[in-house]
């Protein structure tokens, strides 16, 4: 289940971070951020009427016009659907697969709002979070492990400034890939003060 606003990390019980930091590498940590998605959309038929075994068909719909649904129910259709060129998940793709491509172009289309007692902004950069966490192909390595790190804490409900963040990412870019992996278990250990 997706945390609340405000709800303390939680040590992932097979990775050295807390929960959700560890995807897509760690399968607890995988299986929460799909979660995050699989519930709305269990969420969204219900609300709509539909049986779970219409998802095929909804899907479809769904990605045809991504502007009129929530960002999760339209990530949730298209990993319901198969990608013509690859035959993965619509979206999630290697880089440079044509259909990925432009479905994963397609999905910022969709509705995102802000949860009750969040900073403006804060659903769009979960969002984006979660996005490159379940496609970090094309996507460098300390860019994926900079949103891993950001996304327990997004979750949570906070939201960098413009500044903090510029200032995190710009000390991430002098640190080593070992440097930065060695964040996540301090981030549990003091979530205001983790980037030296």
Same mark, same amino acid.
């Given at each position: 289940m997706?945390?609340?606003?405000g709800?303390?990390?939680?040590?992932?019980?097979?990775?050295?971070?807390?929960?959700?930091?560890?995807?897509?590498?760690?399968?607890?940590?995988?299986?929460?951020?799909d979660?995050?998605?699989?519930?709305?959309?269990?969420?969204?038929?219900?609300?709509?009427?539909?049986?779970?075994e219409?998802?095929?068909?909804?899907?479809?719909?769904?990605v045809?016009?991504?502007?009129?649904?929530?960002?999760?129910?339209?990530d949730?259709a298209?990993?319901?659907?198969?990608?013509?060129?690859c035959?993965?998940p619509?979206?999630r793709?290697?880089?440079?697969?044509?259909?990925c491509?432009?479905?994963?172009?397609?999905?910022y289309?969709?509705?995102?709002?802000?949860?009750?007692?969040v900073?403006?902004?804060?659903?769009?950069?979960?969002? /984006?979070?979660?996005?490159?966490?379940?496609?970090?192909d094309?996507?460098? /390595?300390?860019? /994926?492990?900079?949103r891993?790190?950001?996304?327990?804490?997004?979750?949570?409900g906070?939201?960098?400034?413009?500044?903090?963040?510029?200032?995190?990412k710009a000390?991430?870019n002098r640190?080593?890939?070992?440097?930065?992996?060695?964040?996540?278990?301090?981030?549990?250990?003091?979530?205001?003060?983790?980037?030296?």
């Amino acid at each position: 289940m997706r945390p609340g606003v405000g709800a303390p990390l939680r040590a992932c019980a097979e990775c050295p971070g807390p929960e959700y930091s560890g995807a897509p590498d760690c399968a607890r940590c995988r299986g929460l951020v799909d979660a995050i998605l699989e519930e709305e959309w269990a969420a969204f038929l219900a609300r709509e009427g539909f049986a779970p075994e219409d998802g095929a068909e909804v899907a479809a719909l769904v990605v045809e016009e991504p502007d009129r649904y929530d960002w999760r129910v339209v990530d949730a259709a298209m990993d319901r659907l198969v990608c013509p060129e690859c035959g993965g998940p619509l979206s999630r793709g290697p880089a440079g697969c044509g259909p990925c491509d432009l479905a994963n172009g397609f999905r910022y289309a969709a509705i995102e709002v802000d949860r009750p007692g969040v900073p403006p902004g804060n659903e769009h950069a979960v969002r /984006v979070n979660v996005s490159v966490v379940r496609r970090p192909d094309g996507i460098s /390595v300390r860019e /994926v492990l900079a949103r891993r790190l950001m996304l327990p804490l997004l979750l949570q409900g906070q939201l960098a400034t413009t500044g903090q963040a510029q200032a995190d990412k710009a000390k991430m870019n002098r640190m080593g890939i070992a440097e930065i992996e060695a964040l996540f278990p301090r981030l549990l250990a003091s979530p205001t003060d983790w980037v030296p």
